[in-house]
């Protein structure tokens, strides 16, 4: 019993310390008190599991994976010229994410770690900086392949493809 009231008792201001008691936060936000204990490492893989290659994150919608798992639908019904072509946009899309993603994933981990290491952020500039470029470039071809896409499909097939339910 004395056990379950010292772990309550821990577990309570851990809470409190971190904000969860009230409106200031949670753990989840990473408190320095919640933190500190925690080895870089586990920080940075936990940070490097979010790497995206482009610039915009959300909102984009990725028109192949969308095209792909509608590929046989019945209600989009993709022509064979169709399908020709969007296979063109997508391995074009990809080859381009391949070639830029394991390039975007090292420069994030150098980032990270040297930022965590007490590396200024003058001396990151350069890093920073490129890895800027190589998201705009993801980015771009990013809205390219949805151009291509859309130019590819008719305006209802696009309608279809993007309403929520299919």
């Known amino acids: 019993m ?16 971190c904000g969860a008691g009230g409106n200031k936060g949670n753990i989840k ?17 936990r940070d490097v599991k979010k790497i995206s290659p482009f610039l915009i994150k959300r909102g984009l919608p990725h028109m192949t994976k969308l095209v792909k798992k509608n590929w046989d639908n ?37 980032i990270i770690r040297a930022s965590h290491s007490g590396t200024s952020s003058q001396a990151l500039k350069e890093k920073v900086e490129k890895l800027a470029s190589l998201e705009t470039e993801a ?4 809205l390219e392949c949805i151009e291509q896409t859309k130019a590819i499909l008719t305006p209802e097939q696009t309608m279809l493809l993007l309403s929520p339910v299919k």
């Not at 004395?2 to 310390?17: H, Q």
């Not at 936000?29 to 893989?45: F, L, N, V, Y």
């Open 29 to 45: 936000s990473g408190c320095s008190d919640c933190t500190k204990t925690e080895k870089p490492i586990q920080a940075e893989q």
């Open 139 to 142: 980015t771009l071809g990013h």
């Open 74 to 110: 019945p209600k989009i019904a993709l022509t064979d010229t169709q399908k020709e072509k969007l296979l063109e946009v997508r391995q074009s899309v990809t080859k381009l994410v391949k070639r830029i993603e394991p390039e975007v994933i090292a420069l994030q981990k150098e």
């Open 2 to 17: 004395n056990k379950l009231v010292l772990v309550s008792a821990t577990t309570i201001s851990l809470l409190m310390a």
